[in-house]
C-alpha cells in the first residue's frame, strides 16, 4: 500500500507541474499583465484552474496518508531498553580526594619548607 501511494504521489506531482506551466499568466501580482490575457482561451483556463485544484488536494491526502502509513509502520509494541542509562549503585565508600599533581604548588611548597626550617 505504501509503495502503491508513494508512485501515485509521484505521477500526481509530475501532472501538477504540467497543468501549472500550461496555464497562461493572467497578469495577477506584481508584472501587471495586458488585458487582453483576461478574454483569451476562458474556458481552456477554468479546465487547467480546476485540474490544478484537484491535483493540488489529491496531492495533500497522499501526503498525509503517506504520513500515518509511515507512523503506523514504524510503530514499537515494546519499550527498547537498550537506550536507557545503566542503573546507578550506591558508592559503599566515599572517594577520597585526589590531589592534582601540580608541580608549581610542589615547588612552593618546598621552597616554604626551606625558609622555614631553622639555620
Known sequence: MFT????LQAIIAAALVTVILMQRSEG?????????????A????????????ILAAGFVLCCIALATLASLNNRTSQVDASAA???????????TPVAPA???AAAAD?????????K
Open 4 to 7: 502503491f501511494l508513494l508512485v
Open 110 to 118: 618546598q621552597a616554604a619548607g626551606n625558609e622555614a626550617a631553622p
Open 102 to 104: 601540580d608541580p608549581l
Open 85 to 95: 542509562p545503566p542503573a546507578q549503585t550506591a558508592p559503599l565508600a566515599a572517594p
Open 42 to 53: 476562458r474556458g481552456a483556463a477554468n479546465f487547467l484552474t480546476r485540474a490544478t485544484t
Open 28 to 40: 495577477g501580482g506584481l508584472t501587471g499583465g495586458s488585458p487582453t490575457g483576461l478574454m483569451s
